[in-house]
């Protein structure tokens, strides 16, 4: 009986597309800690911005001032906004990023069960046969 694995170019495969979900998953978790790092950023910069707000304008400011305040202000709440979604959109795509390889990794699992059994069931026979 031949030891070969027959299934060998399919346990192969499952162990490349493994390995390319792991590495395209960790892509994906350092996109999502960029992303949420840039939020922490804005999220900072609006509350520096509005501490500043408040000390001018406890100081006294004109109505021009005191509008470009604002102005900055509802436009940083914007971006804050905008890269919430940003979070959002990327934290999706790591969770699915995740079960993809792990989809992956439980299809290589199965290919390595098939091919240690076949391992097994050749050691078996050539003992029991020899």
């Not at 109505?63 to 999706?92: C, H, M, T």
Request: glycine share 6%; no cysteine; charged share 30%.
């Amino acid at each position: 009986m031949s030891n070969q694995f027959h299934l060998q170019p399919l346990l192969d495969l499952a162990q490349t597309r493994t390995d390319d979900a792991a590495r395209r998953l960790g892509e994906l978790v350092a996109a999502e800690r960029d992303v949420a790092q840039k939020l922490e950023m804005l999220e900072d910069y609006r509350r520096e911005y509005n501490d500043r707000f408040v000390e001018a304008a406890r100081s006294g400011l004109s109505p021009d001032a005191w509008r470009n305040y604002g102005a900055f202000i509802a436009k940083l709440d914007e971006a804050i906004l905008a890269q919430r979604r940003i979070v959002e959109q990327s934290r999706a795509q790591t969770t699915l990023g995740q079960r993809q390889w792990l989809d992956q990794r439980n299809k290589l699992k199965a290919f390595d069960n098939l091919s240690q059994r076949h391992q097994a069931g050749v050691v078996v026979l050539d003992v029991v046969g020899g």
